[in-house]
């Protein structure tokens, strides 16, 4: 427990001690923070400006000026998992109610005063948390593989020969990756015009009639490796600084017409939002599982057999869709449908020697249930478009996303108290 007012089954509880970046009207510099309930630590007043040193208790942390200086995580993420623990075990150890310091915080009403944010009194405006270089996206949810490729090429066929031997990806767009709450346009893009089916197919430019939202995690890598070498599977886990919920905005209707032969381009590039907070690696460790099960008997290469059995996540995660006649969720799941983990993607990334570094995101792919109330896309639940969706008993359906409508993805387990916070953004109509 702490001492603040927080309950133990809180997302943002001391079991979690989530990292991201903020700013106030008091003080609009984008700086690290990290959340305590309906509270927010801030760094920067902790490390710098309270009567006792927030640090000052920790003499091993030896580069407290990257929550001083910073306006990303990235420094802070680069000192590597050993430094992340070391940093979240103490202000776990200074937010709890039987804190060995209570000097710097819970006794302080001057520190209190100048380091903790009310967000129930006070604006906290959140800014993405890292600088992102480059984004990757794979493809690890089978069950949503499977459901996309029966739509599209029949039950027998559904599964590519590889998809079983090897985390499938592509490289996305980092420069659109935003943070919850940030508003989406609807794109335009070329499609398919429907009066040429039959004959010679041929686009026309319009706006995307079939958006669609895609529920994820992401990792952010905290450490760089070099070009021209592999990590390995076993030794991926340090280069991983945290997790994030992530939606993948798709146009499925641009998707289609451009994905031949080398996959999707501009149906994905237009936007893709995170959740705000970063949930530590190690906060995530009472939540292991095991992934999926292989459908084939043929072993992994090498390079991708974990030591580690539990090397994916159950955490319960959920689809909302807000419009004027109320939130209604749509989709509720587990991160634990993945076949492939963030350590293998790690080890199949760099196996031909592509460097990574740190910021660089990696996105689950699409994270799937094996019933309809577990699909993490409207691709799923509306057979691509073929089938209404209910949005709860408001009598309002969807087959894609309506200009107006506010996604939100949200993911957690109360019983451990942590959790990601969501991940929220308003479709806006295309331009004209």
Request: aromatic share 8%; charged share 20%.
């Amino acid at each position: 427990m702490s001492w603040l007012p927080v309950p133990s089954d809180h997302y943002f509880s001391v079991n979690n001690i989530p990292f991201g970046i903020i700013s106030t009207p008091s003080n609009p510099t984008p700086r690290p923070a990290v959340a305590i309930g309906e509270y927010v630590l801030d760094l920067q007043s902790f490390t710098s400006t309270t009567s006792v040193s927030g640090f000052s208790q920790l003499p091993e942390f030896t580069k407290p000026e990257v929550f001083t200086f910073e306006k990303t995580l990235n420094r802070f993420a680069s000192l590597g998992r050993a430094t992340h623990r070391l940093v979240r075990g103490y202000l776990q150890q200074v937010l709890s109610s039987d804190t060995p310091y209570p000097e710097i915080l819970k006794d302080n009403a001057e520190a209190q005063e100048k380091c903790l944010i009310n967000t129930n009194e006070e604006e906290v405006r959140m800014h993405l948390p890292m600088d992102i270089g480059d984004y990757t996206d794979f493809y690890a949810g089978r069950n949503h593989a499977f459901n996309v490729g029966a739509l599209f090429r029949g039950r027998e066929n559904a599964m590519q020969p590889n998809y079983e031997h090897l985390p499938v990806g592509y490289h996305g767009r980092a420069s659109s990756v935003v943070v919850s709450g940030t508003r989406v346009r609807r794109p335009r893009g070329q499609v398919m015009n429907p009066a040429s089916a039959g004959s010679e197919k041929v686009p026309v430019l319009a706006p995307c009639g079939k958006l669609d939202f895609e529920l994820e995690l992401a990792a952010f890598i905290g450490k760089d490796s070099d070009m021209g070498s592999s990590v390995g599977v076993d030794e991926a886990g340090e280069y991983l600084f945290g997790v994030v919920v992530m939606n993948d905005w798709s146009a499925r209707d641009i998707q289609a017409w451009e994905y031949i032969p080398l996959g999707p381009f501009t149906s994905k590039s237009f936007a893709t939002s995170i959740s705000s907070w970063v949930v530590l690696m190690d906060a995530l460790e009472p939540l292991r599982a095991r992934p999926l099960e292989r459908g084939t008997k043929v072993p992994l290469l090498p390079y991708l057999q974990e030591s580690n059995s539990e090397s994916v996540y159950d955490i319960p995660l959920t689809v909302s869709i807000k419009t004027p006649s109320g939130t209604h969720k749509i989709s509720q799941t587990s991160s634990s449908n993945l076949l492939f983990s963030f350590s293998q993607m790690i080890a199949h990334h760099t196996v031909t020697g592509c460097p990574l570094r740190t910021g660089d995101l990696l996105g689950t792919g699409t994270i799937s249930g094996t019933d309809t109330q577990g699909m993490g896309s409207l691709l799923e639940m509306s057979a691509n478009g073929t089938q209404k969706v209910a949005l709860g008993e408001s009598g309002e359906v969807r087959r894609f996303l309506e200009d107006g409508d506010v996604v939100v993805l949200a993911g957690g387990c109360r019983k451990v108290g942590v959790g990601f916070g969501e991940c929220v953004g308003e479709v806006l109509p295309a331009q004209k």
